[in-house]
């Protein structure tokens, strides 16, 4: 089955630029979606295909995904983008389709 | 406004069965394929089962195929989830999601735009 690789966890200091990467065979083939998930709270679509932005979401969100790697990053961090993120494929190289999560990485805003 | 909102968790013995319900509001409910995703304590998210739009196409995760099953009733814009023979490892919340597309004739690969807040399947003796 395929398997998504997030690292456990990114710090970074307000105002910089977080990086939170998405490892998979061939990624790069795929349609890669990110989720924000924050404490007791559900998940919020914040990338979808890739790269693209829902209503809502800051311009600091961006994403990309090339090779074996997606990675969701983050402009002028601020202390609200604390949470879980996690990213998401649709894998159908099996014989059997479905969706598949990364182990999510808890973003620390020191 | 979109709005979903999960019922039906509970405290269940092993071996039992529990029926989740979610209503959906504020969108075309049968245009949308629908999602069931859980989060065990602690852990991170976990795709179930997935269902098309019109309810002809359903997918599951191998660790639920078999013992539970995904419906959804389009006249009452409610979308289901029967579990059956749980297992203490299926303890979770149980989020119901609205995807952003429908299926296509093979697979479901648009995002999840919209999330219910959550029920908790708690499986214990």
């Known amino acids: 089955s395929y398997v998504l690789t997030q690292p456990p966890s990114v710090s970074v200091a307000p105002g910089k630029t977080a990086r939170i990467i998405c490892g998979g065979n061939?990624?790069?083939?795929?349609?890669v979606h990110w989720y924000q998930q924050k404490p007791g709270q559900a998940p919020v679509l914040v990338i979808y295909y890739d790269s693209d932005r829902p209503s809502g979401i800051p311009e600091r969100f961006s994403g990309s995904n090339s090779g074996n790697t997606a990675t969701l990053t983050i402009s002028r961090v601020e202390a609200g983008d604390e949470a879980d993120y996690y990213c998401?494929?649709?894998?159908?190289?099996?014989?059997?389709?479905?969706?598949?999560f990364g182990g999510g990485t808890k973003l620390t805003v020191l | 406004e979109v709005q979903l909102v999960e019922s039906g968790g509970g405290l269940v013995q092993p071996g039992g069965s529990l029926r989740l319900s979610c209503t959906a509001s504020?969108?075309?409910?049968?245009?949308?394929?629908m999602t069931w995703v859980r989060q065990a304590p602690g852990k991170g998210l976990e795709w179930v089962s997935a269902i098309s739009g019109s309810g002809g196409s359903t997918y599951y995760a191998d660790s639920v195929k078999g013992r539970f099953t995904i419906s959804r009733d389009n006249s009452k814009n409610t979308l289901y989830l029967q579990m059956n023979s749980l297992r203490v490892e299926d303890t979770a919340v149980y989020y119901c999601?609205?995807?952003?597309?429908?299926?296509?004739?093979?697979?479901?690969?648009?995002?999840?735009?919209?999330w219910g807040q959550g029920t908790l399947v708690t499986v214990s003796s």
């Open positions: 504020g969108f075309t409910f049968t245009n949308y394929a």
């Open positions: 999601a609205k995807d952003s597309e429908d299926c296509s004739s093979t697979s479901c690969y648009a995002p999840f735009d919209y």
């Open positions: 998401q494929v649709w894998d159908s190289s099996s014989d059997h389709a479905n969706w598949v």
């Open positions: 061939s990624i790069g083939s795929k349609s």
